[in-house]
């Protein structure tokens, strides 16, 4: 058996294993809760900086309270909470898990990523940060000044969950202001993020939003990049998909174990991109 191949059979038994708790009567479609208090945007613990001497998952967060009223968010942070939360915690804490089945890389296991804001200077002490649904996004010019400080540093930005042209448009109006000098490419499967650790196909992920999942379109999901002037990519774009997604429901029969599996790659390799470029 190849190496990839043993790491592929790795990441199925681990997947498979919780998968075959998640099926006992009842629990099909039950939210992944792994009994974890709750936490509430007012509540969010302050970062303790000793996190930042092994790798640490890392959440953004932005202001959408002009939307919480027209909408209907609550401020518990999770899926029913402000959009930026969405997948918190089980997502991150599942994706760390394979990491350290997978890797040598010295993480935080079973802890809440850290929740930051781009203007903290505590970001900088994390090299990889996680942002979803950017088209309710609205940064303010000190939060701007933080990601291009962010990224131009070394710090790798992952942006996730998020469809649709107008929230694509809200993202590159965002990323024009950081970055005047620099555009947004699609990217192809020959890049080396998606060859760093597994070869992914790229161009082959099935739709998330459409098919029966709860959506009001079917659109294939794309990928998007940054690159600083040297070539190196500082973000990668997560355009019409949403990989926390599967890893959030990895323990929940709630899709097709290839489809995760998939997207288990994609997490990984775009971990092991930004701690080696």
Request: one cysteine or more.
């Amino acid at each position: 058996m190849t190496r990839k191949k043993l790491i592929v059979s790795i990441i199925a038994i681990c997947l498979l294993a919780t998968l075959t708790l998640a099926q006992r009567p009842g629990g099909r479609h039950k939210k992944p809760t792994m009994d974890l208090p709750q936490v509430s945007e007012n509540g969010i613990p302050k970062t303790d900086p000793n996190l930042s001497g092994r790798f640490t998952f890392v959440r953004i967060r932005f202001d959408t309270s002009q939307y919480a009223n027209l909408y209907g968010y609550n401020n518990v942070l999770g899926d029913g909470g402000p959009p930026w939360s969405h997948d918190y915690p089980v997502a991150g804490r599942h994706l760390m898990k394979i990491m350290s089945e997978l890797s040598k890389i010295d993480g935080n296991l079973d802890i809440n990523e850290p929740i930051l804001s781009l203007d903290d200077p505590m970001l900088f002490k994390f090299p990889f940060a996680y942002l979803a649904e950017v088209g309710f996004m609205n940064l303010n010019d000190a939060e701007i000044a933080g990601m291009r400080e962010y990224l131009l540093r070394g710090g790798f930005l992952l942006v996730d969950d998020f469809r649709g042209a107008g929230q694509f448009y809200t993202l590159q109006q965002h990323v024009k202001r950081a970055f005047p000098d620099l555009e947004l490419k699609k990217l192809d499967n020959s890049h080396p993020i998606f060859n760093c650790f597994f070869s992914i196909k790229s161009d082959e992920v099935k739709p998330v939003y459409g098919g029966g999942f709860g959506s009001r379109e079917t659109v294939n999901p794309e990928f998007w990049g940054l690159e600083d002037e040297t070539g190196r990519l500082m973000m990668i774009i997560n355009y019409n998909y949403d990989v926390s997604d599967y890893w959030q429901f990895s323990d929940n029969p709630f899709r097709p174990i290839e489809e995760t599996n998939d997207a288990y790659k994609f997490g990984v390799n775009y971990i092991i991109y930004a701690l080696t470029h």
